[in-house]
Structures are given as C-alpha cells and as structure tokens.
C-alpha cells in the first residue's frame, strides 16, 4: 500500500468513515451519484498510483454481473467520478487515469482509515487523538458489497483497539464510554469510569459502575480480575449516605 510522505502533504484527502467527502487542494469534490462509485473511488484511493486491472474492479464490485454489463457498470461509475471532478473544476484526467485494461488513481491520498492505522502503529497521542475524532462512523456505512463489508469490520476492530489503547494510556472517560458502547466487556473501561467518578466524589455513581462491569461479564461467563475486585470490591460498603443523591451516569450497552 503506498504510504504518504511527512514532508509533502497529499493534494487528495478522502473521508471514508461516517460521511464521504473528497478533497483536492482543499476544494471539496460533489460526490459520487452511487454508493458503489463511492466504494469504487475508495479502492481506487487505496490503491493509488497502482495501475489496478478492470477484470479486478469487476470481480470485486459486480462479481454475479453478466460480462457485458459489469463493464457497461463499471464504465458508468468511473464517469460519476469524472463528472464530480469537472464539477469542481478539476481536470479528471490529471486525477483518474483509465484504458482498456486498466484503471489508477494518479495522485497520493490522504485517507481518515490509514491515520487511524498509523496511529495504532505509532504511539504519538497527538496522531491517536486525531484519528479517534477523525472516527465519525463506520467505513462507507450502507454499502454491503463484500469488499466494503470486510474493509468496514476491519477498520471497526482498528478502532476499537486505538480505543483500548486510549483508555489505558490516558484513561480518559470519553474513550472508555465509546469503547464500551462497542466493547461492553472491557475492565479497563469500567475501571477508567470509575477512577473519574471516585475522583470526582461521586462514589454511587462508582459503585454503580462497578456492578455494571460484574454483570457484563457474568454474562459471557467471566468475572473480574483480582486486581479489579481489589481496586473496587469494597467500594459500596465505602459510599457514604449523602451519596444516595447523585445522579449515576449510563454506560452505553
């Protein structure tokens, strides 16, 4: 997979990850009228500056099509790209290179899932803290082609360990409620939401927190670690009265 250069920022940028939105030098480009053109440019921007064959693009994105018209399909969604490009004064062919065989995006791309894979591979908090905002939703969400669906829980998972990794890095709340609205299971999480009610003086909030853990991992057959009920075992015999008047958060399930 081509990889971007620090020293030279992409032309391209593509948002993949609860919208879709290309841009070339900062100018937003009308999107794809088809959800598989959308996909279509995604591949390709995956792929750029490789010369990718049209029986490939056809066996991924109209594999059950007859011959004739996954190409006419094909065709027609290379064109949607075009007409998006002229729309937002760009010369397709300085960005979409096309023949009887093969098709290539021509220039570097900036994609919101590779920040979220690069971030994973380094440890900047910086690059972490921008790829979990740049995360607004799933990879091309009401697409189902095979590809897009695979790509789309691949992507999830990566998420969801940049998540993790927050969470026991910076054992920020907001990290954990999101992890555990994907990961329910998660000890950690529960544990970083706890800390930030203890600290805060809420200790029924806490408590509450606790039992939720213990009962999410009741059921898949778990239990808490020893450190866990170590940490917080004795917590609710801890809540003084005037706890019983706050307000107990909800953790996403």
Same mark, same amino acid.
């Given at each position: 997979?081509?990889?971007?250069?620090?020293?030279?920022?992409?032309?391209?940028?593509?948002?993949?990850?609860?919208?879709?939105?290309?841009?070339?030098?900062?100018?937003?480009?009308?999107?794809?009228?088809?959800?598989?053109?959308?996909?279509?440019?995604?591949?390709?921007?995956?792929?750029?500056?490789?010369?990718?064959?049209?029986?490939?693009?056809?066996?991924?994105?109209?594999?059950?099509?007859?011959?004739?018209?996954?190409?006419?399909?094909?065709?027609?969604?290379?064109?949607?790209?075009?007409?998006?490009?002229?729309?937002?004064?760009?010369?397709?062919?300085?960005?979409?290179?096309?023949?009887?065989?093969?098709?290539?995006?021509?220039?570097?791309?900036?994609?919101?899932?590779?920040?979220?894979?690069?971030?994973?591979?380094?440890?900047?908090?910086?690059?972490?803290?921008?790829?979990?905002?740049?995360?607004?939703?799933?990879?091309?969400?009401?697409?189902?082609?095979?590809?897009? %669906? #695979?790509?789309? /829980?691949?992507? $999830?998972?990566?998420?969801?360990?940049? =998540? +993790? *990794?927050?969470?026991?890095?910076? @054992? &920020?709340?907001?990290?954990?409620?999101?992890?555990?609205?994907?990961?329910?299971?998660?000890?950690?999480?529960?544990?970083?939401?706890?800390?930030?009610?203890?600290?805060?003086?809420?200790?029924?909030?806490?408590?509450?927190?606790?039992?939720?853990?213990? %009962? #999410?991992?009741? /059921?898949?057959? $778990?239990?808490?670690?020893?450190?866990? =009920? +170590? *940490?917080?075992?004795?917590?609710? @015999? &801890?809540?003084?009265?005037?706890?019983?008047?706050?307000?107990?958060?909800?953790?996403?399930?």
């Amino acid at each position: 997979m081509a990889r971007l250069s620090a020293a030279a920022p992409a032309e391209c940028t593509l948002a993949t990850l609860g919208s879709f939105e290309l841009r070339i030098r900062g100018k937003p480009v009308p999107n794809p009228s088809t959800l598989k053109a959308r996909a279509l440019l995604a591949y390709l921007a995956f792929a750029r500056r490789t010369d990718v064959a049209r029986e490939r693009l056809i066996d991924v994105f109209w594999p059950d099509a007859e011959p004739e018209r996954a190409r006419d399909s094909l065709n027609t969604a290379l064109h949607s790209i075009r007409r998006g490009l002229r729309a937002a004064d760009i010369d397709p062919n300085e960005f979409l290179f096309a023949n009887k065989t093969i098709v290539r995006w021509e220039s570097d791309v900036d994609l919101d899932v590779e920040r979220l894979e690069r971030a994973l591979e380094g440890g900047d908090a910086g690059a972490v803290a921008e790829a979990l905002a740049g995360y607004r939703g799933d990879f091309l969400e009401g697409d189902y082609d095979e590809w897009s %669906a #695979a790509r789309r /829980e691949a992507v $999830a998972n990566r998420y969801e360990e940049l =998540l +993790a *990794r927050a969470v026991r890095s910076t @054992r &920020a709340p907001d990290a954990a409620k999101k992890l555990l609205a994907r990961n329910p299971y998660d000890e950690e999480a529960y544990a970083a939401l706890i800390d930030a009610e203890i600290e805060g003086g809420r200790y029924l909030s806490a408590a509450h927190i606790s039992r939720q853990c213990i %009962a #999410a991992l009741q /059921e898949v057959g $778990a239990v808490p670690s020893a450190q866990f =009920l +170590a *940490r917080y075992g004795s917590l609710e @015999r &801890a809540v003084p009265a005037s706890a019983a008047s706050l307000d107990v958060p909800f953790v996403g399930r």
